[in-house]
Antibody, heavy 122, light 107 residues
Framework: QVQLQESGPGLVKPSETLSLTCAVS??????????WGWIRQPPGKGLEWIGY???????SYNSSLKSRVTMSVDKSKNQFSLNLSSVTAADTAVYFC??????????????WGKGTTVTVSS | DIQMTQSPSSLSASVGDRVTITCRAS??????LNWYQQKPGRAPKLLIY???TLQSGVSSRFSGSGSGTDFTLTISSLQPEDLATYYC?????????FGQGTKVEIK
């Protein structure tokens, strides 16, 4: 059974970099069958797609965040990561990681982590 | 960017009712449409992908239809455990945007 678990600081200061990791069990981040994605949800609001990464390092980011987002994959630790720089209070949210299936060209997120809350505050 | 608009924003229905949620894309997205269910305090769960394909393990009470710009999620007989917010998401182009959500309550 595939499981994803987010981890990282729950509190980040404004202008600093938010760094989160998603540990994968039951599957390999180096599988050619999947992408690995990040999604966030501000308090009381809807879901926002952040982006995804392929095992090769190929990425796709939300253009609204593109200049601040970096994703990476760590094969040795079987995890992938999200860095979001120059954070403000607007980046306060629950951050989810997810496995992205691409079947017949249809992308969909079939396994999700439980989410981790990140608050941006001094 | 493609905008996704869901209606209604919320609804209240009785157990056993047939419930329909609509999602409209700002441009054609073929069948690149997913539906997710998010229960309070939980991560989203995939229900439907490619507009009408039921995810493995999901109750057959849920069904999806549509193509182009207009899509529908139907719950054939509402159950108490269906209390949740439902989101559509387009995967036609990046950013793979979500609708604003439809909150389903039980009368």
């Amino acid at each position: 059974q595939v499981q994803l678990q987010e981890s990282g600081p729950g509190l980040v200061k404004p202008s600093e970099t938010l760094s989160l990791t998603c540990a994968v069990s039951g599957d390999s981040v180096y599988s050619a069958d999947y992408y690995w994605g990040w999604i966030r949800q501000p308090p009381g609001k809807g879901l926002e797609w952040i982006g995804y990464i392929y095992y090769s390092g190929s990425t796709s980011y939300n253009s609204s965040l593109k200049s601040r987002v970096t994703m990476s994959v760590d094969k040795s630790k079987n995890q992938f990561s999200l860095n979001l720089s120059s954070v403000t209070a607007a980046d306060t949210a629950v951050y989810f990681c997810a496995r992205v299936v691409v079947g017949r060209g249809y992308y969909h997120m079939d396994v999700w982590g439980k989410g981790t809350t990140v608050t941006v505050s001094s | 960017d493609i905008q996704m608009t869901q209606s209604p924003s919320s609804l209240s229905a009785s157990v056993g009712d047939r419930v329909t949620i609509t999602c409209r894309a700002s441009q054609t997205i073929s069948s690149y449409l997913n539906w997710y269910q998010q229960k309070p305090g939980r991560a989203p769960k995939l229900l439907i992908y490619a507009a009408s394909t039921l995810q493995s393990g999901v109750s057959s009470r849920f069904s999806g239809s549509g193509s182009g710009t207009d899509f529908t999620l139907t719950i054939s007989s509402l159950q108490p455990e269906d209390l949740a917010t439902y989101y559509c998401q387009q995967s036609y182009s990046t950013p793979q945007s979500f609708g604003q959500g439809t909150k389903v309550e039980i009368k």
